[in-house]
């Protein structure tokens, strides 16, 4: 996969894709030799995903992780293009964050906007064939498959969480729910399962120094949203979740034509009994991460 040497792999049992209802396992495969400034391993990050990848697009949902990849490319001087999915009126809210922070910055914003019907007809289809248990977090694999037509190659704000949070929703399986630390959503890694190295896809799992430089600046005590805020210097917003407006839509969902059409996704969570990787706790992943 598309990281500093293959520093951290993944796999469903023995897979990149998920045969039967495997669960995600991660390794990590190397470490950093410190942990140093947030701001220098992200400026450092983003120079090095040039270094290779010269027509980048930085995927923005409106949340304050890919406001923070985009940061840290304009930080480090590197030229990129921010892009959005939209769905008709179902993600104006996500849009918004992300058009302020282009009109703050005088970037172009490129837009797929594409309707609920092809959308979820799309997201279906890569969804069954990876055996997502999460079939709207396909929809990074759309956009990614538009920067590809384009010649470009995507970078995302995909990051680990810690549970317990009263935002977060973790798993089904009650035992799952019992640990306490961080976790990776299997869902990071959908984009590249769906295409295999070709994106540098997730800016927080480039290298190990990027990664322990967020994780050390964790407050636990504090929820996710917070967190966020603080480290990356963002403007404080809740928590966007897609799902929230599309799947969690107590009113649509009682209207047949409209629950028939995303009833898909339900039949998804049944592909596997944990949608996440539990990791630890911030000192002992710390220790996993660094020398």
């Known amino acids: 996969m598309w990281c500093r ?50 027509n980048i697009f930085v995927a923005m949902s409106g949340g304050c992780d890919s406001e923070f990849v985009a940061d840290s490319f304009v930080r480090a001087g590197v030229p990129f293009t921010p892009i959005i999915l939209t769905c008709e009126k179902f993600l104006n809210i996500h849009k918004w964050y992300v058009d302020h922070w282009c009109a703050k910055n005088n970037k172009k914003l490129e ?56 935002k977060l929703n973790l798993g089904r399986n009650t035992e799952d729910c019992k640990f306490s630390g961080f976790y990776i959503d299997e869902d990071d890694f959908y984009i590249e399962a769906l295409d295999p190295d070709y994106h540098p896809w997730c800016f927080a799992y480039q290298n190990p120094e990027i990664l322990a430089s967020i994780i050390h600046e964790w407050n636990p005590a504090d929820p996710v949203e917070e967190n966020k805020w603080r480290i990356f210097s963002q403007n404080p917003r809740p928590k966007l979740n897609g799902g929230e407006m599309i799947l969690q839509n107590a009113i649509a969902n009682q209207i047949p034509e409209y629950y028939n059409k995303i009833s898909w996704t339900q039949d998804c969570k049944n592909n596997s009994t ?10 002992q992943l710390l220790t996993m991460l660094c020398e």
């Open 274 to 283: 944990r949608d996440f990787y539990p990791l630890t706790t911030k000192q």
């Open 5 to 54: 040497n293959n520093w951290i792999e993944y796999k469903f049992g023995n897979n990149a894709v998920r045969q039967s209802n495997e669960s995600l396992v991660l390794t990590f495969n190397a470490k950093a030799r410190a942990i140093l400034p947030l701001a220098e391993t992200s400026a450092a990050t983003a120079k090095e995903i040039y270094a290779t990848h010269k």
């Open 111 to 166: 837009v797929i906007d594409i309707g609920f019907d092809m959308l979820m007809s799309v997201a279906k289809k890569k969804a069954e064939k990876i055996k997502a248990t999460n079939g709207l977090a396909v929809f990074s694999s759309i956009v990614g498959d538009f920067v590809k037509s384009r010649g470009g190659f995507l970078v995302t704000g995909a990051m680990p969480a810690y549970w317990p949070d009263p």
